[in-house]
Nanobody, 123 residues
Framework: QLQLVESGGGLVQSGGSLRLSCAASGFTFDYYAVGWFRQAPGKEREGVSFIAIGDGSTDYADSVKGRFTISRDNAKTTVYLQMNSLKPEDTAVYYC????????????????WGQGTQVTVSS
């Protein structure tokens, strides 16, 4: 069964940190690019951070550059999102997504999705 499972969300004060994990199973993880998306109440889903296969090149939304870091451990079939200097506007449900033939940041090109994990940043 192809599956992505996120964990690590929670409640944190402004300026704090969280590390999200996305554990993959049921498919050849090495061949899939992975992205983190988020959706806040009443807002459109937005791409946050992306990591490619091969050289593991990364991309970030301008709103999180310098604060978030994405990484992948293919041996553990897991992708991480280290989030530092969190702000109240980072509050959202964060989703992990994976795809074989993705366009960076284009949600429709990611065919596998996790169930999401809530991140709440208090001011």
């Amino acid at each position: 069964q192809l599956q992505l499972v996120e964990s690590g969300g929670g409640l944190v004060q402004s300026g704090g940190s969280l590390r999200l994990s996305c554990a993959a199973s049921g498919f050849t993880f090495d061949y899939y690019a992975v992205g983190w998306f988020r959706q806040a109440p009443g807002k459109e889903r937005e791409g946050v951070s992306f990591i490619a296969i091969g050289d593991g090149s990364t991309d970030y939304a301008d709103s999180v550059k310098g604060r978030f870091t994405i990484s992948r451990d293919n041996a553990k079939t897991t992708v991480y999102l280290q989030m530092n200097s969190l702000k109240p506007e980072d509050t959202a449900v964060y989703y992990c997504a994976a795809g074989e033939f993705t366009a960076v940041g284009i949600a429709e090109t990611y065919e596998l999705w996790g169930q999401g994990t809530q991140v709440t940043v208090s001011s």
